[in-house]
């Protein structure tokens, strides 16, 4: 069973910086494909960043290009995401996806909170 946990949310003023972690256990973490999804408040949740596996080039949704950066460390099992600049509209709570052999593990989510 793969386990997924977030940590790093917090509040922030806009401009300010947040940094995102995320342990996964599991024996195949470099065969992952990993992601960062976000939920904002009342609305569906979207997909900021993916950093796929096996040194597959990142990707990121427009709003965020720019701003934030994900990385992952196959060694230590981590994803992480680095925001920067961020802004109101970045307040979420902030979701890691490993995706592996058809199946979606998910972790419990870490809040981020940017007030203007």
Partial sequence: QVQVVE???????????????????????????????????????ELVARARSHGASPSYTDSVKGRFTISRDDAKKT?????????PEDTAIYYCNAYFRQNDYWGQGTQVTVSS
Avoid: H, I
């Fill in 79 to 87: 994803l992480y995401l680095q925001m920067d600049n961020l802004k």
């Fill in 7 to 45: 940590s790093g949310g917090g509040s922030v003023p806009a401009g300010g910086s947040l940094r995102l972690t995320c342990a996964v256990s599991g024996q195949s973490f470099s065969s992952y494909d990993m992601g960062w999804f976000r939920r904002p408040p009342g609305k569906e949740r």
